[in-house]
């Protein structure tokens, strides 16, 4: 991952994060999180938090639950901190493939959400991460995965990204014990670049 180019541009990321609107981002899911949002004491994994967007609506939809965030932008991390300093969140800076300080202090969450993370990692390091994420996911909980689709060479170099192959992650997470229940169409960029389009792909333990 370039982080570089996120510590400095971190203010104007997270303004533009934190603008977005959780139930837009995630229509195309969300009927697979109410179910979960009415459990009580609900864990919930952030992996790619940002400035804490995601997490923040979480715990605004279920006051008992259990919300882990992990950034591991410095910059972006602390401005997330700052963004949800009122409530119960737990931040880390930490990383995958391996989340090592989230597996010292956690056993297990009912949902773990990676957004773009995927983007950032060789195949190799993939394969470990969802080898990580599994030996965290609850028998019955959800990985909800959103990957980044980019047709722009110099916007992919400038943030260190790469294009991931749908067909090869199912590959993976098969490997990995994990079982795709869900592989959304690619649906636009929040933000208007016609160059990056996303796709949402969700997961249970097998």
């Not at 965030?69 to 300093?85: D, F, H, K, M, W």
């Not at 597996?103 to 969802?130: E, M, P, R, W």
């Not at 996911?137 to 992919?156: A, F, N, S």
Request: aromatic share 8%.
């Amino acid at each position: 991952m370039t982080a570089q180019y996120y510590e400095q541009n971190a203010l104007k990321l997270a303004q533009i994060y934190q603008t977005d609107c959780f139930e837009s981002l995630h229509a195309n899911w969300l009927t697979h999180l109410k179910p979960y949002l009415v459990k009580e004491h609900l864990s919930f994994l952030d992996i790619g938090a940002g400035a804490g967007r995601d997490a923040k609506f979480i715990v605004e939809q279920n006051r008992s639950a259990e919300v882990v965030a992990v950034e591991p932008v410095s910059s972006i991390n602390r401005l997330g901190q700052a963004y949800t300093r009122e409530l119960p969140i737990i931040w880390f800076r930490d990383e995958l493939p391996r989340l090592v300080k989230v597996k010292k202090q956690y056993d297990t969450f009912d949902i773990i959400l990676v957004s773009g993370v995927f983007n950032y990692l060789d195949s190799h390091a993939c394969i470990q991460a969802l080898l990580t994420i599994r030996q965290l996911l609850k028998p019955q909980g959800l990985l909800v995965i959103k990957l980044r689709h980019c047709t722009d060479e110099q916007h992919l170099e400038l943030r260190g990204l790469t294009n991931f192959d749908t067909e090869v992650l199912v590959t993976m997470a098969q490997s990995a014990d994990l079982s795709l229940e869900l592989i959304t169409d690619k649906e636009q960029d929040a933000q208007g670049r016609a160059h990056t389009t996303w796709q949402t792909m969700l997961f249970k333990p097998i």
